[in-house]
């Protein structure tokens, strides 16, 4: 044994190390131990190479013993790896030589890496919490250890030490972006799904979308004992069978947003007694004043009146210590359950928080220079532009909390930002997006990965990617086959190429609401993968997508259009905290940059202009948990309690706080479902609870009032309670049927265009009142809406309204849009059509809300989203009275609301577009090519059918490779999807 030989062995151990540190435990239990052959006649005078040699490969059997234990290969293994360790240690104390110093050293660093970390194994940890030591969960345990997660968070371990086994307590986690919350539900998950089944709530159909695939992802090794269903959409009510959650099975994940939720109870509150466990992740948005947060807190209390035995999980990185505190001893009271309220401020990443301004020193000298320049110029030149360089001021803190300047650090860049001298108006400065701009240009020319977020308009991602300067960054995005599947597949629904093919090509990313599904798949696995190096983005990104950033810039400190002053503040906060809480994630970087572009410049001296900073954007001192949360109902009870509340003069959110708390379900009691309610829960912890009888007694009333009238039917309740809607509008409907003869038209019909005809007959006829309340909220820029909009407030009186040529044409156009929708047209057909402009006029840009690809797609993401929920609700209305009639609904009809959301002509391409691809376009090209036989009735069977279909069609292209762009496109899709599932 020489030195080569033992540099070999060297190496070996390295390899060994390094497997370990990068918890690669799969293949470090792969490593084999090398066999030292030692010769006869081997030279005495070499053998302090032969022991050195012998001891490493001690040490690295040790350590391949550790991993072994880690993931179930020998139970043993623990034991093994520390008597080798602790054996090793005891001989090289017994015999010290300098020759074999560095092994002692690594030998006494092994042992106590060894010891800390078993404490904190996966393994260990839940074993230890009592679980029964059963194959299936063991295995469970040692597939996910050796995927990554062998050893514990401080928030996963903080949580088994107090509600598991189990779960057996209701947890409020209030822990900080990227500190291992979603951990924490999968480990609560893999035990409630033994006794029962889960569902996990979430606030987007693109959070849903990426829990369900971390889920399918973590429970691999449990496939054949966990399904995970996820139900995408809203609120919209149908009958079709795949939207019905029924007879759940045990071990059954079931991912959904609070509206879809509603909707489940709603329609069949039973399936819910045997939840065993409720997670609701962004729980902050019980806190929004809107319709959302009514429905999230009715949901759960809905949920807890039903099920005696279930577990809830809140989880945020926004609510504040208090509200964390008072949310665990709401649970604690309603649901009998001991609550747990887990802070922790601990994350494995560390964030510097910043804010932009301008170098006074440098201001000022240019801004000399400007002002003598511009006295030399002729009296017409009005103006001269100038540059002065930007300067970050830090908290070395984090949070800017210290009132010590020496934990305040200044920095000046050698980017600049543009500013002009006018002689009468004096200094103008550039726009908060042009200051992101040019920081995400320098971050990038830095190599550093940056996120924008930019928050004031849904067209500012495309406007400003378009002007980032990448440098020398150059990638053809077509080299990419799922990237370029994706805009090909946008291309084809789109009708055009899409920009962001071109900015992608520059390494710019973009993600925003005027986007198409595919677009904003291309963009997250571009900067996923660093095939982009910076996105611009809207906030609505920041609810849980976990997108690589280094750098992290908030532009201006407003979400939304300036113009609209009717802001919620606190979601306004939470969204920004939110938004800089990406910067910095475990497994992409250790460290990250958030910065806050201030609204109005500020001028940076010294460090002691921390104070301006603070006063100017104050939410650079709150912590990532500072958001106060407190119940939509609350003033609704006031009203209630003071009689001041009437249904005529009830806004939209308190009609529908009525309509979900008048159930007509035995199952459930109004009376408990608001008893449970935090704001019941608030108010008499504020002891505010003196005429707490009067609200029962008033709500019966109110309900009682509205139904004696003759002239409604007492089914209308039910009809409003299933499809989520207020009475008002939903008695509107019916009069509006009933004054049509629309139940006996819909007998006679028996087509989606005939049931879509009558629906536009319905909306033609609703009274201004009711379309404003229906869709009054929707975007002012939105073409034809607007207009309708428009006339309803002109003409208030139906009658009117009616007469009108403008409001029966207006209407015209929309039904032919929506006929074009429905039969696969397109978006720059849509919006030709939409803004009737020809092939000569069209622009396929994106950079504003006045193009008409951005049209097309507000107008598509907002009416259709709007119009599902109206025809659900009069699918709701229609059930009911066909009931009445002796009467079923047809298939086509159930579905017409899911039908008219997702762009579908029919029933068959529906189940395309649910069990094929979700992509319209695909669905449309596949409901042609594969007909669905009429005899195959039950969706498990359509399924199934559609499955071969597939799989035919992907044999059939790889044999005979005789395919267009698109087939290529959708093939490299399914082949990924498939691989991710």
């Not at 928030?155 to 990227?178: D, F, H, R, W």
């Not at 033994?194 to 973590?218: C, E, S």
């Not at 002689?423 to 190599?447: D, I, R």
């Not at 762009?903 to 409901?927: D, K, P, Q, V």
Request: net charge negative; proline share 3%; hydrophobic share 40%.
């Amino acid at each position: 044994m020489n030195k080569a030989g033992i540099i070999t062995v060297l190496r070996w151990f390295l390899n060994v190390i390094t497997l370990f540190c990068n918890l690669d435990f799969n293949n470090l239990s792969q490593v084999s131990i090398p066999v030292l052959d030692v010769p006869l006649d081997y030279d005495l005078k070499k053998v302090k190479y032969l022991i050195k040699t012998k001891l490493y490969t001690i040490l690295g059997k040790a350590v391949i013993e550790y991993g072994n234990w880690i993931v179930g290969k020998n139970i043993d293994g623990i034991n093994i790896s520390l008597e080798l360790l602790e054996d090793t240690k005891r001989i090289l104390i017994k015999y010290p030589t300098v020759n074999y110093s560095k092994v002692h050293h690594l030998c006494s660093i092994l042992i106590e890496v060894i010891n800390s970390t078993k404490k904190r194994s996966l393994l260990e940890m839940i074993r230890s919490k009592g679980i029964p030591d059963e194959d299936i969960y063991l295995n469970y345990l040692y597939d996910r250890a050796s995927r990554g997660r062998a050893f514990l968070w401080p928030s996963a371990i903080e949580y088994i030490n107090k509600c598991l086994p189990g779960p057996n307590k209701n947890a409020i986690i209030s822990m900080p972006t990227g500190s291992g919350k979603g951990f924490i539900a999968e480990l609560a998950i893999s035990q409630a799904i033994f006794d029962g089944w889960v569902v996990y709530l979430a606030p987007t159909n693109a959070l849903t979308h990426q829990i369900r695939k971390d889920l399918k992802n973590a429970f691999k090794s449990l496939k054949k004992y966990v399904a995970i269903r996820s139900f995408i959409g809203g609120g919209e009510y149908t009958t079709l069978e795949s939207e019905k959650i029924e007879d759940i099975p045990n071990g059954t994940i079931v991912v959904m947003t609070p509206e879809k939720c509603s909707l489940a109870l709603r329609l069949n509150p039973k399936v819910f007694q045997n939840c065993r466990l409720c997670i609701f992740d962004e729980c902050h948005l019980l806190d929004d004043k809107s319709k959302r947060g009514i429905i999230s807190e009715i949901a759960l209390t809905y949920l807890m009146e039903l099920s005696q035995k279930c577990r809830f999980i809140l989880m945020s990185a926004m609510i504040d210590n208090d509200s964390t505190e008072e949310l665990a001893e709401w649970l604690k009271d309603v649901t009998s359950h001991d609550t747990e309220p887990l802070v922790l401020k601990w994350k494995p990443t560390r964030i510097l928080r910043g804010v932009v301004g301008t170098d006074e020193s440098k201001l000022s000298q240019e801004y000399a220079n400007a002002r003598e320049e511009l006295e030399k110029l002729p009296e017409r030149r009005k103006k001269i532009n100038f540059e002065a360089n930007y300067t970050l001021l830090f908290s070395l803190q984090g949070i800017w909390d210290s009132q010590d300047e020496l934990d305040y650090y200044k920095v000046t860049l050698p980017t600049k930002g543009e500013y002009s001298l006018h002689k009468t108006k004096g200094l103008e400065h550039e726009s908060v997006n042009m200051v992101c701009k040019n920081l995400a240009t320098y971050f990038v020319k830095e190599h550093m990965s940056t996120l924008v977020f930019l928050p004031s308009n849904k067209h500012y991602p495309f406007s400003i990617g378009v002007k980032m300067d990448t440098g020398d960054y150059n990638y053809d995005i077509a080299k990419d086959s799922f990237i370029n599947s994706c805009l090909v597949i946008a291309e084809e629904e789109l009708g055009v190429r899409t920009q962001l093919r071109d900015l992608l090509n520059k390494g710019v990313a973009v993600h925003s609401a005027c986007m198409i599904d595919a677009e904003k798949l291309a963009s997250e696995k571009s900067i996923l993968d660093g095939k982009a190096i910076v996105m611009f983005a809207t906030p609505t990104l920041s609810q849980g997508l976990n997108l690589p950033a280094s750098t992290v810039i908030f532009g201006g400190t407003v979400i939304g259009d300036r113009r609209e002053k009717d802001k919620n503040k606190e979601s306004t906060m939470a969204q920004l905290l939110n938004s800089l809480g990406r910067a910095g994630r475990a497994g992409y970087n250790n460290q990250g940059i958030a910065i806050v572009v201030p609204d109005k410049p500020i001028i940076i001296e010294t460090n002691k202009d921390y104070k301006e900073c603070i006063r100017r954007v104050s939410i650079l001192e709150n912590e990532d948990s500072s958001l106060n949360v407190s119940s939509p109902l609350d003033r609704f009870f006031d009203q209630i309690i003071w009689e001041q509340f009437s249904l005529e003069a009830a806004s939209e959110e308190e009609i529908l706080i009525t309509s979900l708390v008048m159930n007509e379900y035995e199952e459930i009691s109004n009376e408990n479902i608001l008893r449970k309610s935090y704001a019941f829960y608030s108010r008499k912890q504020r002891g505010k609870l003196d005429n707490i009888n009067a609200i029962f007694l008033r709500l019966n009333n109110i309900k009682e009032d509205f139904f004696n009238n003759e002239q409604i039917p007492i089914w209308l309740s039910l009809a409003s309670q299933r499809a989520g809607i207020d009475f008002f509008n939903i008695l509107a409907i019916y009069q509006v049927m009933e004054e049509l003869d629309s139940f006996e038209q819909i007998k006679k019909s028996d087509q989606i265009d005939e049931y879509v005809e009558i629906i536009f007959e319905i909306l033609k006829n609703i009274t201004p009142e009711n379309f404003i309340r229906l869709f009054g909220d929707m975007s002012s820029s939105i073409p034809l809406i607007s207009d309708l909009k428009e006339l309803c407030s002109q003409y208030t009186n139906l009658e009117r309204l009616r007469k009108q040529t403008d409001w029966l044409q207006l209407w015209e156009k929309v039904h032919t849009i929506i006929k074009k929708w429905l039969g696969g047209a397109t978006y720059k057909e849509i919006s030709q059509e939409l803004l009737s402009i020809d092939n000569n006029d069209f622009n396929y840009v994106r950079i504003d809300g006045a193009k008409p690809i951005p049209k097309a797609i507000m107008f598509i993401n907002e009416f259709i989203d709007k119009l599902a929920f109206f025809i659900g609700a009069i699918i709701s209305v229609i059930e009911q009275k066909f009931e009445e009639m002796g009467l079923s609904l047809n298939k086509d009809l159930s579905s017409l609301a899911l039908i008219i959301k997702y762009g579908c002509n029919s029933l068959e391409t529906l189940y395309w577009y649910r069990y094929g691809i979700r992509f319209r376009i695909a669905a449309h090209y596949f409901s042609r090519k594969f007909p669905i036989n009429i005899e195959i009735t039950s969706e498990k069977a359509i399924q199934s059918f559609i499955s071969n279909s597939l799989n035919y069609w992907e044999m059939d292209l790889l044999t005979n490779e005789n395919y267009d762009n698109f087939e290529k496109a959708m093939l490299i899709f399914r082949h990924y999807e498939n691989i991710e599932n």
